[in-house]
């Protein structure tokens, strides 16, 4: 045999060798091929990813509605506070003031009103008066002219009775005239429902007010963020002194491509994984909305893209990703946290845009909405006070 076709022959046996290599990576190539495929076409086709992802929330600014100095803070950052909870408390030394003087006026006008109420009465009692002094000189001139018919009066005696008529008709018209004065300042009310009495007693109610809004509350319940107010530090009216994050509503604002927003439809669900936990943790979101317009369009100063300088740059969309707030209890976030999501598209079902309006409020909080019955009944008890002392 031929030594250059033996197959013991090295460089045959390299040969089969190589020949069996390449066919192995290749197979192995194809295979991963294939597998890779089918990996997509079944699902990763299915599902838009984006690591542009961060927490997001709501910031709920506590401001003071009243101006003031600061004597009391209550809650320092990262405490957790319950709604209603008292957070700060500003000098209310000028506000009591103020209140009392307020509560002195009011007594001060229900005397005031008393007293005209009053005089209504005595003009009341005085038209009375010039209607029965008008009764009696007519009673007199009828008696006179009957006398007068015999030749038992005067003719002189019957023109003074019809003078003393004259005189007691002008006395009544201006009794009435007074007394219809003294309605009219009046009206139909009595001394509570007068207009200047209803005047001061909004007045006490308004530094009453003032007064309880010396008073900071935590509007919502989360944890304290960004504490700004300082001890002894003099506030205005509307001045952010802390604000407050609520975690039950984190959210996650996911900037996709525009390319990949065809298929994505609200209601769609969310695997979220945060860079805190790595992969070990996995929240499940779902889609709430997607953005109405670019980062780019609502940035501060707009892209011109109209300049000759263009240069197209693929722009990204924020999809609003809400969360379980039981996953983020049991692992919490923070806003601002880096994120990965990523969208199943399957189901196309859901529309783009929401189609109804909200039902409910977003946020809402009833610390605002004081209970004035104890500055009503204070108000009722100062006027029926001072009606009674002004009646004795």
């Known amino acids: 045999m031929d030594a250059t076709v033996s197959p013991a022959n090295p460089v045959v046996r390299r040969q089969r060798l190589r020949t069996r290599w390449l066919l192995t990576v290749g197979g192995v190539c194809v295979v991963a091929a294939l597998a890779a495929g089918a990996y997509w076409w079944f699902y990763a086709s299915h599902y838009e990813e984006t690591d542009d992802s961060y927490v997001a929330g709501d910031l709920v600014n506590v401001s ?8 009391a803070i209550d809650a320092d950052e990262t405490d957790f506070v319950q709604e209603g909870q008292e957070l700060i408390k500003l000098d209310d030394t000028d506000a009591r003031i103020a209140l009392q003087e307020a509560e002195e006026q009011l007594a001060k006008v229900v005397r005031q009103v008393r007293t005209v109420f009053t005089s209504r009465d005595e003009l009341k009692a005085i038209q009375a008066q010039r209607q029965a002094d ?3 000189a007519l009673l007199d001139l009828e008696r006179r002219r009957n006398l007068g ?46 207009p200047d009495v209803q005047v001061a007693a909004t007045a006490v109610e308004r530094a009453w007010l003032t007064l309880r809004r ?29 604000s407050i994050v609520p975690l039950d509503r984190l959210r996650v604002e996911a900037n996709f491509k525009e390319v990949q927003l065809r298929r994505m439809r609200i209601g769609q669900p969310v695997r979220i994984e945060a860079d805190l936990y790595g992969g070990k943790v996995a929240y499940k979101g779902v889609v709430t909305g997607l953005g109405l317009g670019t980062g780019a369009a609502f940035a ?17 969309v ?13 692992h ?18 859901g529309s783009q845009l929401a189609n109804t309006p909200r039902r409910e409020p977003v946020l809402h909080t009833a ?17 029926a006070d001072n009606t009674l002392t002004a009646a004795r």
């Open 64 to 71: 003071s509605q009243v101006s003031g100095t600061v004597v």
């Open 134 to 136: 008008l009764n009696r």
């Open 149 to 194: 018919k015999s030749g038992a009066v005067s003719t002189e005696e019957i023109s003074h009775a019809q003078d003393a008529v004259s005189a007691a008709q002008q006395g009544l018209i201006a009794a009435t005239k007074n007394l219809a004065g003294g309605t009219a300042l009046l009206g139909k009310t009595g001394v509570p429902d007068n």
């Open 214 to 242: 010396t008073s900071l509350h935590a509007p919502v319940s989360g944890y304290i963020a960004r504490r700004s107010a300082q001890l002894g530090e003099r506030t205005s009216s509307g001045n952010p002194l802390l």
């Open 300 to 316: 501060l100063l707009p892209a011109q893209n109209a300049t000759g300088n263009w240069i197209k740059v693929v722009q990204r």
């Open 318 to 330: 924020p999809v609003r990703v809400a969360l379980d707030p039981r996953e983020v209890a049991a």
């Open 332 to 349: 919490p976030l923070r806003i601002g946290l880096s994120t990965r999501a990523s969208i199943d598209v399957r189901d196309r079902s």
């Open 367 to 383: 610390i605002y909405e004081i209970d004035k019955t104890e500055i009503h009944a204070r108000i009722a008890q100062i006027v």
